[in-house]
T-cell receptor, first 114, second 115 residues
Framework: AQSVTQPDIHITVSEGASLELRCNYS??????LFWYVQSPGQGLQLLLK??????LVQGIKGFEAEFKRSQSSFNLRKPSVHWSDAAEYFC????????????FGKGTMLLVSP | GAGVSQSPSNKVTEKGKDVELRCDPI?????LYWYRQSLGQGLEFLIY????????KSGLPSDRFSAERTGGSVSTLTIQRTQQEDSAVYLC?????????????FGEGSRLTVL
């Protein structure tokens, strides 16, 4: 069965500092990987996704993530955090073999300090 | 509208009552999903509809939960005899892709509080 681990429940970063949110997955084949962001009272918005090809993927709002097969990781990064980035971030894994739902991690809440 | 629409946005009910939550997916999307989001628990898959195929109900936590999708469009999630542990945000998503997992487009959710 596929699973996703986001080891950090909360992270606080100073505005302007760099950010890395960790995500580890368990899946038997090449996964499809996603990062979503959820602002308070809002639904989830896709930041970026990895299906194949270049392991460094760019997303919206200046985010990027790198797929590392050897580490079963798909960490999210941003070089300079803005106060508006404060939100909850979810990593998700999907199947490349036809099962059609996403499995989500429990999320990481990002707090941005001035 | 252009996005996934869910109603009601907030629902407060008493233990033992039945509730219905509605989802209107993006026009033309063939796949529809229900997830439950509880505090600190992330998103829990409940049920998935794909076109006219039989739904994948493997995530429904008990037989008090059911869902239907009429005409391949609007979906209703019904919770019978609600319990306090059913309190959560229920998220609906739709997808234009058939078969393998692609991007899901989420609604803003229905927050259910069971007193």
């Amino acid at each position: 069965a596929q699973s996703v681990t986001q080891p950090d429940i909360h992270i606080t970063v100073s505005e302007g500092a760099s950010l890395e949110l960790r995500c580890n997955y368990s899946y038997g084949a090449t996964p499809y990987l996603f990062w979503y962001v959820q602002s308070p009272g809002q639904g989830l918005q896709l930041l970026l996704k990895y299906f194949s090809g270049d392991t460094l993927v760019q997303g919206i709002k200046g985010f990027e993530a790198e797929f590392k097969r050897s580490q079963s990781s798909f960490n999210l990064r941003k070089p300079s955090v803005h106060w508006s980035d404060a939100a909850e971030y979810f990593c998700a894994v999907g199947s490349s073999t036809g099962y059609s739902t996403l499995t989500f991690g429990k999320g990481t809440m990002l707090l941005v300090s001035p | 509208g252009a996005g996934v629409s869910q109603s009601p946005s907030n629902k407060v009910t008493e233990k033992g009552k039945d509730v219905e939550l509605r989802c209107d997916p993006i026009s033309g999307h063939t796949a529809l999903y229900w997830y439950r989001q509880s505090l600190g628990q992330g998103l829990e898959f409940l049920i998935y509809f794909q076109g006219n195929s039989a739904p994948d109900k493997s995530g429904l936590p008990s037989d008090r939960f059911s869902a239907e999708r009429t005409g391949g469009s609007v979906s209703t999630l019904t919770i019978q005899r609600t319990q306090q542990e059913d309190s959560a945000v229920y998220l609906c998503a739709s997808s234009p892709r058939q078969g393998h997992t692609g991007e899901l487009f989420f609604g803003e959710g229905s927050r259910l509080t069971v007193l």
